[in-house]
């Protein structure tokens, strides 16, 4: 039997030290987790952002031990509750799945079953997590498509995955990582593929969700916009590794990666003319079997020097709420003379864009 995990009404929730996970393949090791560290409070949520193939996805499903047996190494730790995972086993995770932390994937219509009916798919955790009987779970069943705001809800339990539109999709997938009452919920790019305006309505009913069930939530997802106003703070990944850890707040305001600062600019803005040319991160991102030497984004960044070539920058804590791994963070003095160079040879241009 597992034991009884103490959840903690406030204070830290789950806690990472230096995490890796690589992946044994024909090329070589693939590291695709590479000594993440960090904390996540009771009822708080933490964005995970980053381009694809950042390792996002990879960090969310190591923390729920979602991983394939075979090639896979693993180290470090992951602390739920003052408890470590791995200390469970398969057995122990499977009950430990969708009662403690359930995850609501990226693609409804895959990660649904085309083969079964959507109360059938709500219920069947209920059954097998809580013991319910089959009336009391088509009855919970209901009453979660009519909190995850689906119309109908009635005749969405007899239906396939296949009637329903994409946003209705959706919010089955959420009201299935709901059922068991998780008080950590995982959120792998939630709104792909959904048109802006479900996107909005998905994110405020996770939002609303978090806030009714005292439940922390971490959202993965490579879109700062979709973040902005839906997380307390914000972890931001590069090839593995975490670049910057901020508050949502302080990381608009006062970012101190260059790798921040360009996902950031990258972004189309209202303000500008029709036409105007984004402003994209040159290159690309490294080869996780053969990572640069020194910082992983030193190849891709105009701040470079030989010292960021040479030596790993360790993620380092500029406040309370702030950390950043960077030889020359945005701001610092030889930051402002590299750009100023780089603008008077004309590879920046005067608003900081790629020239």
């Known amino acids: 039997m597992t034991a009884p995990i103490n959840r903690p ?15 044994s393949t024909a090329r070589g090791v693939v590291r695709a987790v590479d000594g993440v560290s960090f904390t996540l409070d009771r009822g708080k949520s933490l964005g995970i952002v980053g381009e694809s193939g950042s390792g996002k996805t990879i960090l969310a499903r190591s923390i729920m031990g979602l991983l394939p047996k075979r090639g896979t190494i693993r180290h470090g730790e992951v602390l739920y509750a003052g408890q470590d995972l791995a200390s469970l086993g398969l057995k122990g995770m499977r009950k430990f799945w969708g009662q403690e932390m359930s995850m609501i994937f990226q693609d409804p219509m895959t990660s649904l079953n085309p083969l079964m009916r959507i109360g059938h798919q709500i219920s069947e955790p209920l059954r097998v997590h809580l013991d319910m009987d089959k009336v009391n779970a088509r009855a919970t069943a209901l009453k979660l498509l009519q909190d995850v705001g689906i119309p109908e809800p009635e005749k969405r339990l007899d239906q396939y995955p296949h009637e329903l539109s994409g946003g209705m999709r959706q919010r089955a997938m959420i009201a299935i990582a709901l059922a068991c009452g998780p008080t950590l919920l995982f959120a792998d790019e939630p709104t792909t593929a959904l048109d802006v305006t479900v996107q909005a309505q998905i994110l405020d009913l996770i939002q609303d969700q978090r806030r009714d069930r005292n439940m922390s939530v971490i959202l993965v997802t490579h879109d700062l916009g979709v973040v902005a106003g839906h997380t307390d703070e914000i972890a ?67 701040y470079a020097e030989d010292k960021c070539r040479a030596e790993i920058p360790e993620l380092e804590a500029a406040s309370a709420d702030h950390s950043f791994a960077c030889w020359h963070p945005v701001g610092s003095p030889r930051w402002q003379s590299k750009q100023d160079e780089l603008v008077s040879t004309g590879v920046l241009s005067a608003s900081g864009g790629i020239a």
């Open 9 to 23: 009404q406030e204070g830290t929730l789950l806690e990472l030290r230096n995490l890796r996970t690589h992946f």
């Open 236 to 302: 931001v990944m590069y090839a593995g590794t975490l670049a910057e850890k901020a508050s949502t707040t302080e990381l608009f305001a006062n970012r101190k990666h260059p790798y921040t600062e360009a996902l950031l600019r990258s972004i189309p803005r209202l303000d500008q003319p029709s036409h105007t040319r984004l402003l994209a991160i040159g290159g690309r991102p490294p080869d996780l079997i053969t990572p640069p030497t020194g910082c992983r984004f030193a190849p891709r960044c105009p």
